[in-house]
């Protein structure tokens, strides 16, 4: 049975590098690319893993409006080894009770 569409917002392609860092190492950054974005979250292929639950930090200007943090909200593994995480931004996290 198709359910449709889960997503409140339309996610766009937007293929950009970008760097981040988990929110309890900011010293420690690490590169990933975005697969696709909305204006309530993204898609990062990267070769780290993040777990569910995680805030990480956004570093630099790729992204088309301004977005310093985000929390995971799902990751899964790629056939190359590497990982797609479901992101949604913190200003929309922060008017959330969870």
Do not use: H
Not at 36 to 46: A, E, F, Q
Not at 64 to 71: D, N, T
Not at 73 to 87: F, H, M, Q
């Amino acid at each position: 049975m198709y359910l449709g569409n889960r997503r409140k917002n339309i996610r766009v392609l937007y293929p950009c590098e970008l760097e981040y860092s988990l929110e309890s190492e900011t010293l420690q950054r690490e590169k990933a690319r975005t697969v696709d974005i909305s204006s309530g979250g993204m898609s990062l292929y990267l070769p780290n893993q993040l777990l569910v639950g995680q805030q990480i930090r956004i570093y630099g200007n790729a992204l088309p409006f301004s977005c310093e943090a985000a929390k995971v909200r799902w990751v899964k593994e790629t056939s190359d080894g590497n990982y797609i995480a479901g992101l949604e931004f913190c200003f929309l996290c922060d008017n959330k009770k969870e």
